[in-house]
């Protein structure tokens, strides 16, 4: 195709429908850029976005800092869509500017942002095209989220997520369940791990990973993250020993204010040692757990869990030995790490 339009020749190809995602209100206080992307996913999986163009628009889009712009863009292909983005506004000329931009180069990008009629203000609704289809959320409707245990579209709210598990491990095999038989919902398996007796059930954590891509490169979860490892550890809380815990920032900045804001200590202090800035549980590359624990959730015929902070958690992908995967904040895989059960 590219050698018959360099000879001339014409070609052809089909436009996509642009879904308007419009965004209004604020986020909550309790809720995090990882609870409205889980949202998000959610609500465009059920009204079908793929091979479409999602663009995000309307007043709740300024609350949005670009790394949280940036998390809801990264999980596109989860929605579906061929492409989710947020127009440039002024809020992203700012951005480049705190990253050590050249002024010069800022002026000239925006000078021409303006004259190709690019620079969004997201208070004028004049500005906002027609679209194929418009959808809408009120960010004050977000709630603290997981999506599990097969799917990242299967959001489940932090105060439903109990519930909805033991339905899971009871409900027909599918991406909602497990086919388990009423005898065998109590299940448990004993094990020794480092000279101590633990005891694994259904639902127990095994894997607990801040994983790198969504969430890693977004100062607001990833410092909440820290602080909350701070704050258990001054309580006297802990993980036990046998979940496996790992950390893989999105890149080295990550890293430096971490250190720089003191919470690294805590987090090593609950088994959140760095360990790579590449893809690591999300495609499976935590490695084999500890081998009492495998043969315990081998032995009991387990539905083990794994919390992470990714972007995918189909079945198998995870871990061989979590056959229950759900996508979280990392603030709720430090905190799912500390409870040890969903």
């Known amino acids: 195709e590219a050698e018959a339009v360099m000879l001339g020749q014409a070609t052809s190809m089909l436009l996509p429908e642009v879904v308007g995602y419009r965004l209004s209100g604020t986020l909550p206080p309790m809720a995090t850029s990882t609870d409205l992307v889980l949202t998000i996913t959610k609500h465009l999986r059920q009204g079908g976005v793929v091979g479409k163009f999602v663009e995000f628009l309307g007043p709740g889009v300024a609350q949005l800092s670009i790394a949280d712009r940036a998390t809801v863009s990264n999980m596109c292909p989860e929605y579906g869509a061929t492409v989710g983005f947020f127009p440039v506004d002024a809020k992203t000329l700012e951005y480049m500017r705190q990253t050590g931009r050249e002024e010069r180069t800022l002026r000239r990008a925006e000078a021409y942002l303006r004259a190709q009629q690019m620079l969004r203000d997201y208070g004028d609704s004049g500005q906002d095209p027609v679209y194929s289809q418009l959808v809408e959320l009120d960010l004050g409707s977000v709630v603290p989220s997981l999506s599990g245990p ?144 495998a043969e315990a959730i081998e032995k009991g015929d387990l539905v083990a869990v794994g919390v992470l902070s990714g972007n995918r958690n189909f079945e198998g992908r995870v871990h061989p030995h979590t056959r229950a995967n759900y996508l979280a904040s990392p603030l709720l895989v430090v905190a799912y790490a500390i409870a040890g059960t969903v």
Do not use: W
């Open 150 to 293: 097969k799917r990242p579209q299967d959001r489940v709210s932090v105060d439903d997520m109990h519930k909805d598990f033991r339905d899971c491990l009871s409900a027909k095999v599918g991406f909602k369940g497990y086919g388990l038989k009423p005898e065998a919902l109590d299940a448990s398996a004993a094990f020794l791990h480092e000279g101590r007796e633990q005891v694994l059930r259904h639902g127990s954590v095994v894997i607990a990973a801040i994983t790198s891509c969504t969430n890693t490169s977004n100062p607001s979860v990833m410092l909440g993250a820290g602080l909350l490892a701070k704050k258990a550890v001054e309580r006297g809380l802990s993980v036990a020993p046998h979940i496996k815990t790992s950390l893989s920032p999105g890149s080295g900045v990550v890293t430096y204010y971490l250190r720089e804001a003191g919470v690294v200590p805590y987090l090593e202090q609950l088994g959140f040692h760095i360990v790579s800035y590449g893809c690591m549980t999300c495609i499976g590359n935590s490695g084999p757990l500890p081998e009492p624990v």
